[in-house]
């Protein structure tokens, strides 16, 4: 598995490797690449002990836009409209003194 980790220096001679949830902790060494491998063994020993990762499925809340998508799938003058629109919009970029 891999995370995305932040390694930065924060004192001289003092690196800090950190990741974010759902595996946050963080890690210092004299080098950024000993904060990478202290921090390793951070998380290592957190799942070690018992941490598990899992995927929760939630039903995504009601969206009021939803019985709208995709009433111009069939509509033969929708691309006709947005090309209007955006025709409109590169006279007014070209020109914003005449709006």
Known sequence: ??????VEKVKDMVYQARSGEPLAASA????????LR??????????RAGANLVQLD????????????GIFADDPTFDEWQEAIAENRR???????AL
């Open 1 to 6: 598995m891999q995370i995305p980790v932040v």
């Open 91 to 97: 006279r007014d970029d070209a020109d914003p003194d």
């Open 58 to 69: 939630v039903p995504a809340a009601d969206n009021p836009w939803m019985p709208m998508a």
């Open 38 to 47: 202290k921090l390793r063994e951070v998380l290592t020993e957190r799942i």
């Open 28 to 35: 210092e060494g004299p080098t950024p690449d000993e904060a």
